[in-house]
């Protein structure tokens, strides 16, 4: 087993749509509390062929206010899906002010909700099908369940295409493996409860968790090389969020996800690649103002660093703790972009 204090998350993002209205549960009759919505992942199987809708809790510790509404509400969400293999209903926690609602959409497309795990390989079984043979492997998780205040185990099954390209990963899912892997939630094996993803890209870490002091020394090494890959997946990740919902916003909320919950191995170069993206909603030093100056480079690089920063401090965390650098002239011009001077910028600065 891993070690249980230690997270191995299940992340993921795309569009929910409410088929109730949300509940409030406040703690001790404050002002806050735990909000639950109930949604579903509608999921099409491996050929999209499929008619499964999967029910599933929508859940948010914020102010009481902030619902998600009556049902038929349709939002990009991010967050963390713990989905225990007992029958229960998965859990989707995520943070509220990260949602972002969108129009109606008339009927949901199925196997669309993109997913990134990071755990441990516990069996792996090839299975003959008509073009090859495909890997089926299941992947243990430990999901921090924010209402518990703890860890809880479970497991998803990971399917690995037969395809010449797919097929080449294969020997990366050893048991005892930490991999990370991304793709699309498509099935539900109700036989054992378990979610079904199919896989996109898969990178392993430091190696095995039975690794001795000597072999750990040479899986580092190899885990940083994995890692440059792994960024790969995550540049991949934040291309589709834009792409899906061309908001800088939500992006910058899936940036701080990945930095904080699976850090990569070079988050200043990640958000250097999407620096357009992630600060696309501010051209103008005033924004209030048609007529105020274009935001230089250094400005336009510091405002991003500024709105992740928000987001960072609502997860808990900053930009030096998931390894963005901060030059002094940056840290100088993000002060351009406090509350305090938001409506009186001085182009001097």
Same mark, same amino acid.
């Given at each position: 087993? &891993? +070690?249980?204090?230690?997270?191995?998350?299940?992340?993921?993002?795309?569009?929910?749509?409410?088929?109730?209205?949300?509940?409030?549960?406040?703690?001790?009759?404050?002002?806050?509390?735990?909000?639950?919505?109930?949604?579903?992942?509608?999921?099409?199987?491996?050929?999209?062929?499929?008619?499964?809708? $999967?029910?599933?809790?929508?859940?948010?510790?914020?102010?009481?206010?902030?619902?998600?509404?009556?049902?038929?509400?349709?939002?990009?969400?991010?967050?963390? /899906?713990?989905?225990?293999?007992?029958?229960?209903?998965?859990? %989707?926690?995520?943070?509220?002010?990260?949602?972002?609602?969108?129009?109606?959409?008339?009927?949901?497309?199925?196997?669309?909700?993109?997913?990134?795990?990071?755990?441990?390989?516990?069996?792996?079984?090839?299975?003959?099908?008509?073009?090859?043979?495909?890997? +089926?492997?299941?992947?243990?998780?430990?999901?921090?369940?924010?209402?518990?205040?703890?860890?809880?185990?479970?497991?998803?099954?990971?399917?690995?295409?037969?395809?010449?390209?797919?097929?080449?990963?294969?020997?990366?899912?050893?048991?005892?493996?930490?991999?990370?892997?991304?793709?699309?939630?498509?099935?539900?094996?109700?036989?054992?409860?378990?979610?079904?993803? /199919?896989?996109?890209?898969?990178?392993?870490?430091?190696?095995?968790?039975?690794?001795?002091?000597?072999?750990?020394?040479?899986?580092?090494?190899?885990?940083?090389?994995?890692?440059?890959?792994?960024?790969? $997946?995550?540049?991949?990740?934040?291309? @589709?969020?834009?792409?899906? $919902?061309?908001?800088?916003?939500?992006?910058?909320?899936? %940036?701080?996800?990945?930095?904080?919950?699976?850090?990569?191995?070079?988050?200043?170069?990640?958000?250097?690649?999407?620096?357009?993206?992630?600060?696309?909603?501010?051209?103008?030093?005033?924004?209030?103002?048609?007529?105020?100056?274009?935001?230089?480079?250094?400005?336009?690089?510091? %405002?991003?660093? %500024?709105?992740?920063?928000?987001?960072?401090?609502? $997860? @808990? &965390?900053?930009?030096?703790?998931?390894?963005?650098?901060?030059?002094?002239? @940056?840290?100088?011009?993000? &002060?351009?972009?406090?509350?305090?001077?938001?409506?009186?910028?001085?182009?001097?600065?």
């Amino acid at each position: 087993m &891993s +070690d249980p204090k230690l997270t191995h998350p299940v992340t993921c993002y795309g569009l929910f749509t409410t088929t109730a209205e949300s509940v409030v549960a406040a703690i001790d009759g404050s002002r806050s509390g735990r909000i639950s919505t109930q949604s579903v992942l509608r999921l099409g199987g491996m050929t999209s062929n499929k008619q499964l809708d $999967m029910s599933v809790t929508l859940r948010c510790n914020t102010a009481n206010i902030n619902t998600l509404g009556a049902a038929g509400g349709s939002y990009f969400l991010a967050g963390d /899906l713990i989905a225990r293999n007992d029958g229960t209903a998965p859990i %989707f926690t995520y943070l509220h002010k990260d949602a972002q609602k969108v129009g109606r959409i008339g009927e949901e497309p199925r196997n669309q909700i993109s997913v990134v795990g990071l755990g441990y390989v516990t069996t792996r079984t090839p299975v003959k099908e008509s073009g090859g043979t495909r890997l +089926d492997v299941i992947i243990e998780h430990h999901g921090l369940d924010t209402q518990l205040c703890s860890t809880v185990p479970f497991s998803v099954k990971y399917v690995i295409p037969s395809d010449k390209h797919a097929a080449k990963t294969h020997e990366l899912f050893q048991i005892g493996q930490e991999v990370q892997v991304r793709g699309k939630l498509i099935d539900w094996d109700m036989s054992i409860h378990m979610a079904v993803v /199919l896989v996109d890209v898969v990178s392993p870490t430091t190696g095995p968790r039975s690794a001795s002091p000597s072999s750990a020394t040479i899986s580092t090494s190899q885990g940083e090389i994995a890692f440059d890959r792994w960024d790969t $997946m995550w540049d991949q990740t934040l291309v @589709e969020t834009n792409e899906m $919902m061309g908001d800088a916003s939500q992006t910058r909320s899936v %940036f701080a996800m990945v930095c904080v919950h699976n850090l990569p191995s070079n988050p200043t170069e990640l958000f250097n690649r999407h620096l357009e993206s992630l600060t696309s909603d501010r051209t103008r030093l005033d924004p209030s103002n048609p007529t105020s100056r274009m935001l230089t480079p250094l400005e336009k690089r510091s %405002f991003g660093l %500024f709105k992740i920063q928000e987001k960072l401090a609502g $997860m @808990e &965390s900053t930009l030096e703790a998931v390894g963005l650098r901060i030059t002094h002239d @940056e840290r100088s011009k993000m &002060s351009l972009f406090s509350p305090r001077n938001a409506h009186a910028p001085n182009p001097s600065i």
